[in-house]
């Protein structure tokens, strides 16, 4: 039964600014009012005047502060668009969607925002400028009742903002209920810089002296771009008689590097330029107005939120958490992984400490201290094993995230009841496999050196526990030609758990014992000091 505006204080209408989103209303309670994400790609809370940047970058955003909450300490749980709109939109992992890398698309057996607001009565819509979201077989399309792609007028299929938002309005216009949800995701500031004219003379001055400099003039005026379209929309809420009941989000997929590591753009760290993101939400009745909070976020904590304030049940496989009218411990665990272009790369941190790890192109474990180094260029080699060292949890957490990423690639199990006889002949070549999906711990055990080999497997399993082989595809998902058989004592086949999938797994680092293994390999495995003997 729907609780009356006067006693919930709360026609919700939930603006998501640049990609996350926060309800609120009476606890547990359908709220009326619409539900509106509007996402600002590639946008860096730190060139934002709404975070104190010295350029009037954000002037809506500032104003949506004032009325709300801003977010300090937000982040993405990837660098590039696909997966980190389908964590905001899921509350999953982009790998337990399906859409971490270039040949993902998003499940359609998780459940979806936009869907969820649809099977609740609610109408839906969005204005898309990014071909990782628009584009109809990566499945974002989905539970959308109106979904606009918007396109540029050149070939860069760059529109503006503005552009994007009157596809918005439009679909406002169209409502005469607010009982809808709605999601703006507008594109810039990405890469190229394709600037309005109105906004191409602003923040006008000396000469730029560096690239640096150069580019990041044109960013804050692609900002203000974005910015400007945000507070079309607003307008147009307001006109309605939505504004003040709404409940507005403002926030980013990701953030963008201009030279802190060395490079350019985003997809290829997880350093916090990359990650960190802005997050302003206003609540219904101006709640919290003016509030500053600086716990750790995740944008997989968006539609917890949201659900919660809609009075929607919580799903045991979301990786968010609602913070809606809570607050998260300083050393919260915010974890972020990457597959993109040759890059393989993941992440976590845990209040002032930081480890990230190279998968490829070369491998790569540091560990940082933020609170003293919060440009992370001082980070510590972390080396192969757990050392007896502060971090070593931090370590092991960070391997425990990974490892519920690798469950959703394709693995073979074999496993030995005490007393049975099992021998295992298996065969993988290793050819054109250049990246296997390993974990730092698979990677220091058996080397990434040795992808391009052919690894024989041949003779008894080693312990009552079994062998655990995950052959891992490329970035396709698609498997290495392999020879598998197994049998009991007798030679006679028996079953097995054979999926899609040179990792081999087991406590033992003497798992090679008693089994042959193509000798080119052993060898290498040895000098790289992955196995022990001469």
């Known amino acids: ?44 809370p730190d060139r934002m005047s709404a975070y104190g940047a010295k350029r009037d970058t954000s002037p809506a955003a500032k104003s949506l502060a004032s009325e709300g909450v801003l977010f300090q300490n937000a982040f993405a749980l990837s660098s590039w668009t696909r997966p980190a709109v389908a964590t905001l939109l899921t509350s999953r992992l982009p790998s337990e969607v399906g859409a971490l890398n270039r040949f993902g698309r998003l499940s359609d057996k998780v459940s979806y925002l936009p869907e969820m607001f649809r099977k609740h009565g609610w109408a839906t819509g969005a204005a898309v400028a990014n071909g990782n979201v628009d584009d109809p077989r990566l499945g974002f399309q989905r539970g ?3 979904f606009f792609t918007v396109w540029g007028s050149s070939a860069d299929r760059k529109p503006s903002a503005e552009v994007v938002v009157a596809k918005a309005l439009a679909f406002v216009g169209s409502q005469s209920s607010p009982r809808f949800f709605l999601y703006v995701h507008v594109i810039d500031p990405h890469a190229p810089y394709k600037i309005p004219p109105k906004f191409r003379d602003l923040f006008a001055g000396p ?8 580019l990041l003039l044109d960013y804050d005026r692609e900002v203000r771009a974005a910015d400007a379209g945000f507070q079309n929309l607003a307008a147009a809420l307001k006109a309605k008689g939505w504004w003040r009941s709404a409940l507005v989000i ?8 201009f030279f802190e ?55 045991n496989s979301w990786v968010g958490e609602s913070f809606w009218r809570r607050q998260f411990p300083p050393r919260r665990e915010i974890y972020a992984t990457e597959d993109l272009d040759g890059v393989r790369l993941y ?57 519920r990423d690798l469950t959703h690639f394709p693995q073979i199990r074999f496993r030995k009841r005490p007393g049975e006889q099992v021998r295992v002949d298996l065969v993988v070549q290793l050819e054109g496999i250049a990246k296997p999906f390993l974990t730092a711990a698979d ?24 062998l655990d082989l995950r052959i891992s595809g490329d970035d396709r998902g698609t498997l290495p030609p392999y020879r598998l058989g197994v049998t009991d004592g007798e030679g006679r086949p028996i079953a097995m758990d054979g999926r899609r999938g040179l990792t081999v797994h087991s406590e033992r680092s003497d798992f090679l014992s008693g089994i042959s293994v193509d000798e080119a390999v052993v060898r290498r495995l040895k000098s790289l000091g992955y196995l022990g003997g001469k």
């Open 250 to 257: 403002f926030v980013s997929d990701h953030g963008e590097e």
């Open 261 to 315: 590591h060395g490079g350019l753009y985003h997809g290829n760290t997880l350093y916090d330029e990359q990650t960190r993101v802005p997050l302003v939400v206003k609540y219904p009745e101006y709640e919290q107005k003016g509030s500053v909070r600086s716990d750790p976020i995740s944008l997989a904590d968006v539609l917890p939120t949201v659900a919660e304030v809609m009075g929607w049940r919580s799903e």
């Open 1 to 44: 039964m729907r609780v009356p505006l006067s006693a919930c204080r709360a026609t919700i209408t939930v603006l998501i600014v640049a990609g996350l989103s926060a309800l609120s209303s009476c606890r547990g309670r359908v709220v009326d009012g619409p539900v509106i994400v509007y996402l600002v790609d590639t946008l860096r």
């Open 207 to 214: 000469p730029a002296e560096t690239q640096r400099e150069a």
């Open 144 to 146: 959308f009742n109106h």
């Open 347 to 403: 992440s976590l941190r845990r209040g002032p400490e930081k480890i990230t790890v190279s998968l490829y192109p070369s491998f790569d474990r540091r560990s940082f201290r933020l609170d003293r180094d919060p440009g992370e260029q001082a980070g510590a080699p972390v080396p192969c094993g757990l050392p007896s060292r502060p971090d070593s949890d931090l370590v092991s957490r960070l391997e425990s995230w990974r490892s």
């Open 443 to 466: 990677t220091c055990r058996y080397g990434a050196g040795a992808a391009g080999h052919s690894l024989t497997l041949r003779g008894p399993l080693p312990s009552a526990r079994g």
